[in-house]
């Protein structure tokens, strides 16, 4: 099992459509979270760190359930501007510093 | 503030040749990471680097590749005796925390 999975897609939605990506991840002792999201041959970008308790920026919510060992990112009334790869992030629970990468989920979102 | 700064952001290097990539991290950051990405695959972890100290390199190749990161001037990551096969993207990126924020990045090209 990898330890950082997630659905390649693509997602192919409308402009103001709704959704959403998974990632599970396998070592049950790690802590923190994060969506990043990167366009075409250019830089990963930190979307939102994904706390315990849930968090909203925007269009943009994240969750977490610890018992299920996965992270969610919802995108609402989506924009031609947020088609790209979303990457979802762990950090390694044996090494602080450490980030494991999931492969990413590509959105495209069509007018 | 300025962001991640890398340098060159293109390399072109015949086989046999050694590159030599250049990062300089967020103003207050100590603490750098170097990534490679193949195309179409995900991002693959290779070193972290604290000022004058490797910290973790388990995802540097044994062979040819070397990194640091001076008490003065920028992080380096030097490929002796290119392959084809190094030809890739490699993104620095840096942290003051945990959080890490990526420069644009170097492609290496190798002919």
């Known amino acids: 099992r990898k330890e950082v999975e997630q659905d390649p897609g693509p997602f192919n939605v409308p402009e103001g459509a709704t959704v959403a990506f998974n990632c599970t991840y396998s070592?049950?002792?790690?802590?923190?979270f994060f969506w990043y999201r990167q366009d075409c041959r250019k830089e990963p970008k930190l979307l939102m760190s994904?706390?315990?308790?849930?968090n909203e920026d925007g269009r943009f919510t994240a969750q977490l359930n610890r018992a299920s060992q996965y992270i969610s990112l919802l995108i609402r009334d989506s924009k031609l501007s947020d088609s790209a790869t979303y990457l979802c992030?762990?950090?390694?629970?044996?090494?602080?510093?450490?980030?494991?990468w999931g492969l990413g989920t590509s959105l495209a979102v069509n007018p | 503030n300025a962001g991640v700064m890398q340098n060159p952001r293109h390399l072109v290097r015949r086989r046999g040749q050694e590159a030599r990539l250049r990062c300089s991290p967020m103003?207050?950051?100590?603490?750098v990471y170097w990534y490679r990405q193949l195309p179409e695959e995900g991002l693959k972890f290779m070193v972290y680097?604290?000022?004058?100290?490797?910290?973790?390199e388990s995802g540097m190749p044994k062979e040819r590749f070397s990194a640091e990161f001076p008490k003065e001037g920028p992080s380096i990551l030097r490929i002796q005796q290119v392959v084809r096969g190094d030809s890739a993207a490699y993104f620095c990126?840096?942290?003051?925390?945990?959080?890490?924020?990526f420069g644009p990045g170097t492609r290496l090209t190798v002919t």
């Open positions: 990126a840096s942290s003051l925390d945990y959080e890490q924020y």
């Open positions: 103003k207050g950051h100590s603490h």
């Open positions: 680097l604290q000022k004058e100290n490797i910290i973790d």
């Open positions: 070592n049950s002792a790690s802590q923190s």
């Open positions: 994904v706390y315990s308790s849930g």
């Open positions: 992030v762990v950090r390694d629970a044996g090494n602080n510093r450490k980030l494991i």
